[in-house]
């Protein structure tokens, strides 16, 4: 099979390439680790990172908000490799300070080199693992754990996929190997001409980019948003309607669209005055930094460097944006309208657009729609990272945020509230819309999950 027989060419479980360590510039949000570690909330909000930006104004206004940062913008990264459009000699004074700090560099000398790889503390750990992994006796294990790989990328499509027992079998390389799956079943890599090796080299980005210790937003949740995702784009109604361009954004947005997840929530992040939020005005702080990640690796890798898609990154956008929970009633409710109307037309690119955005949002909170063996598995996930957070913020003196208080708040309740209404009244709508024998499951898993959720007998603990 050409999918299969392509996988070892680049074997997953074996020490990346140098050209894929060698990486340039970062973004980390930093602050996963520094909640593990405990700060105080003044050192929290002081964490610093970085984002990509095109205009000087951003990178003042960067500099401004980090003070001393971890990473590199792009633009400057261009800057120190003479690629600016100024004239020659010209260094903003925002640049100075940069490079100041940066210490004494030349361009292409080892120093670089070196400040580069240590730029993302995510990067740095992932990058310093795959390097470490021993060869020889693992490697007896590779025939066992390809074998096994290949048998349940053969079943993707079902709705049963367990993804948690796929990122073993991948040695926690799952990302990275269903992605690069995906875009060969949808046949994007020979339609796009996409070169393997930049796709590769984009997903390991993104998978190190995904912060590992945090319970749910991880790369596991991406790409079981990624499975999810591919289920739907084979629904009927959309495989016949949309593009494979539609369907490539589809799939990078789903990949992408936690990337640098810090494990709290944009509530967190205004009460203790984290940059981002100040950058991104308090609204769709984290969506709006997890679309400027993904648009930086993509940029990084060069992976769509050659098609001539226009808006992507608007698109892509407007895709992520999308995944912003506090927004769910207004996605909702212009669906609602068009299906109440019966004037939802899929050769309206619009309204091919909100499909998208609606599949989007679909994919990102389908776990109570997953089989309970699965399901359940992702309740406790996100409640335990509800419940650090809640940590946190008792540790620091400060108000407790809802659904974060283990004391008072228990997986079961916040299972049966979330389901009955935020999930149960996006997947109705959807049944309505894509009609098929998937949506039924889901729906029936839903309401299974939900009884098993609200059934005092089997969780004593659920408050009254
Ligand atoms: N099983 C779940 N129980 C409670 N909340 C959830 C569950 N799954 C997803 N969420 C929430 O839905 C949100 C969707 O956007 P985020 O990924 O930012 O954060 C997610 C969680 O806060």
């Known amino acids: 099979m050409e999918v299969c027989s392509q996988l070892p060419v680049l074997p997953l479980d074996r020490p990346v390439p140098q050209h894929v360590l060698r990486r340039r510039g970062a973004i980390s949000l930093g602050t996963s680790s520094a909640l593990f570690g405990g700060p105080s909330p003044r050192q929290l909000c002081k964490r610093r990172g970085g984002v990509s930006y095109n205009s000087a104004d951003q990178a003042v206004l960067y500099l401004h ?7 590199t913008p792009s633009h400057l990264r261009r800057r120190r490799r003479g690629k600016h459009t100024q004239a020659p000699g010209f260094v903003p004074s925002c640049v100075k300070i940069f490079l100041q700090w940066l210490g004494p560099v030349r361009p292409g000398a080892r120093g670089l080199k070196s400040h580069r790889r240590r730029l993302s503390f995510q990067r740095g750990l992932k990058s310093r693992h795959l390097r470490q992994r021993p060869s ?18 053969d079943k ?15 040695n926690g390389n799952g990302l990275v190997t269903l992605t690069f799956h995906l ?11 996409l070169d393997p090796i930049k796709l590769r080299s984009f997903l390991v980005m993104v998978q190190a980019d995904y912060h590992q210790r945090n319970p749910y937003h991880n790369s596991l949740h991406a790409t079981d948003v990624t499975q999810a995702m591919y289920c739907f784009l084979r629904q009927p109604k959309l495989a016949t309607t949309l593009s494979s361009c539609d369907m490539l954004l589809a799939l990078v947005a789903a990949v992408t669209h936690d990337l640098d997840h810090p494990g709290v929530n944009q509530g967190f992040l205004v009460r203790t005055g984290h940059h981002l939020a100040a950058l991104y005005k308090n609204s769709s702080v984290l969506e709006s930094h997890h679309w400027r990640c993904a648009v930086s690796l993509l940029r990084e890798s060069g992976l769509l460097d050659h098609l001539p898609i226009t808006d992507r990154s608007e698109r892509l956008g407007s895709l992520i944006l999308a995944t912003d ?75 407790v945020s809802p659904l974060c208080d283990r004391l008072s708040d228990s997986t079961a309740h916040i299972q049966a509230g979330f389901i009955r209404h935020v999930v149960e009244p996006l997947f109705r709508e959807w049944c309505r819309f894509s009609c098929t024998s998937l949506s039924h499951r889901m729906l029936a898993h839903l309401q299974t999950n939900l009884d098993r959720w609200t059934d005092p007998s089997q969780h004593p603990e659920t408050p009254p």
């Open 65 to 71: 908000l980090l003070g001393k940062c971890r990473s």
């Open 183 to 193: 875009f060969l079943q949808l046949g994007l890599t020979r339609l796009f001409r």
């Open 325 to 399: 929970i506090s927004q769910q009633n207004r996605y909702l409710a212009r669906f609602r309208e068009h299906l109440d109307r019966e004037d939802l037309s899929m050769a309206d690119p619009s309204h091919r657009h909100l499909v998208l955005q609606i599949t989007m949002k679909c994919a990102d909170i389908c776990n109570p729609c997953r089989v309970w063996r699965l399901s359940s598995q992702w309740s406790s996930r996100v409640t335990a990272e509800f419940f650090h957070q809640g940590d946190v913020e008792k540790k620091h003196g400060m108000a």
């Open 156 to 170: 993707v499509d079902s709705w049963d996929f367990d993804i948690f027992m796929f990122d073993r079998a991948t």
């Open 136 to 153: 020889g006796p693992q490697h007896l294990l590779d025939q066992v754990y390809n074998c096994q790989v290949k048998c349940m990328l």
